[in-house]
């Protein structure tokens, strides 16, 4: 068969219609613009107050920087092409976006695991967690959620960017997702689907599992808790992660652990804006705006 190679692909966005299109431009502006600034601010707080430098808090750190890079990584061509008259991105731009997606999406899994394994520790054993989480310990979470989290975007993104994709070069979605990919490629897909649904089982299983885990041992230790309003308080802290990773998770994967990609695409598209847009505002918001001790710290640097 003739093949004929791709250059550049044409993303359909949201709509057509260009009334909606500024309308959808200034909601996830203003969505951008709230999420960075959150994220900076946490990471401003935390390094600022030597009381926030305990391995928590530099988790969070973490996670803020790590928001800072994920939605970068999709949002700014996104409403750079809400805007554009021909929405396009490059071949290699296209898989570029589609490595530091996986990437930074596996990072954060890992992330959220190690800090529900970090918050277990800190409520179930008080009394061991200074001698179990050491500064080395936290380095080596830290460290190896990151390059764990790296290496996780090779095998897909390098099995994605082998495939043929022929004439036809219009992506039904707004940025540079695993599904309208595979669609869109007139190569036999069958292994690729595969290795992907493998891996995204493994990551967002095992993740998922492992930060549930810890939260259920948590909620269990906290209704040990004799005083009604220390009861309240932990759990009104615990609860709320837990459905920030729960929408997280969720939402990851009823998109990536699927044997067949054939979710339509403007559900693919809504559940999408919840994992690239939503979630990254949400995690400053319920992981500090609700800790008394970030309150304070934000209020004596303010």
């Given at each position: 068969t003739n093949v004929t190679a791709v250059l550049e692909f044409r993303l359909l966005g949201f709509s057509s219609n260009p009334h909606c299109q500024?309308?959808?431009?200034?909601?996830?502006?203003?969505?951008?613009?709230?999420?960075?600034l959150g994220n900076i601010i946490i990471i401003l707080v935390v390094t600022l107050e030597p009381q926030l430098h305990s391995?928590?808090?530099?988790?969070?750190?973490?996670?803020?920087?790590?928001?800072?890079c994920y939605t970068t990584t999709i949002v700014p061509k996104m409403l750079a092409n809400l805007l554009a008259k021909r929405k396009s991105i490059s071949f290699s731009g296209c898989m570029a976006q589609l490595y530091y997606f996986?990437?930074?999406?596996?990072?954060?899994?890992?992330?959220?695991?190690?800090?529900?394994?970090d918050r277990y520790l800190a409520v179930c054993e008080p009394l061991h967690y200074g001698m179990a989480m050491t500064a080395e310990f936290y380095t080596r979470l830290a460290v190896g959620s990151w390059v764990?989290?790296?290496?996780?975007?090779?095998?897909p993104c390098l099995m994605v960017s082998r495939l043929h994709f022929c004439s036809y070069n219009l992506i039904d979605h707004f940025f540079c997702d695993i599904s309208p990919l595979l669609k869109l490629s007139c190569s036999d897909t069958t292994a690729t689907k595969n290795v992907i649904?493998?891996?995204s089982l493994l990551v967002l299983s095992s993740c998922f599992l492992l930060t549930l885990v810890s939260y259920l041992l948590i909620i269990l230790s906290i209704l040990k808790i004799p005083s009604a309003s220390g009861k309240r308080v932990t759990f009104s802290t615990c609860s709320s992660h837990l459905m920030v990773v729960t929408i997280y998770y969720g939402t990851m994967i009823s998109m990536y652990v699927r044997p067949t990609y054939n979710l339509s695409s403007e559900l693919n598209k809504a559940v999408s804006v919840l994992y690239t847009v939503v979630t990254p505002l949400l995690n400053p918001v319920i992981y500090s705006l609700r800790n008394k001790a970030f309150k304070k710290a934000l209020e004596k640097i303010v």
């Open positions: 500024i309308l959808l431009f200034t909601v996830f502006l203003v969505i951008y613009i709230l999420t960075i391995p928590m808090y530099k988790f969070l750190k973490n996670l803020s920087f790590l928001e800072v996986i990437s930074l999406g596996a990072t954060e899994c890992y992330l959220l695991a190690v800090m529900a394994y764990t989290g790296v290496f996780t975007g090779f095998l649904f493998i891996l």
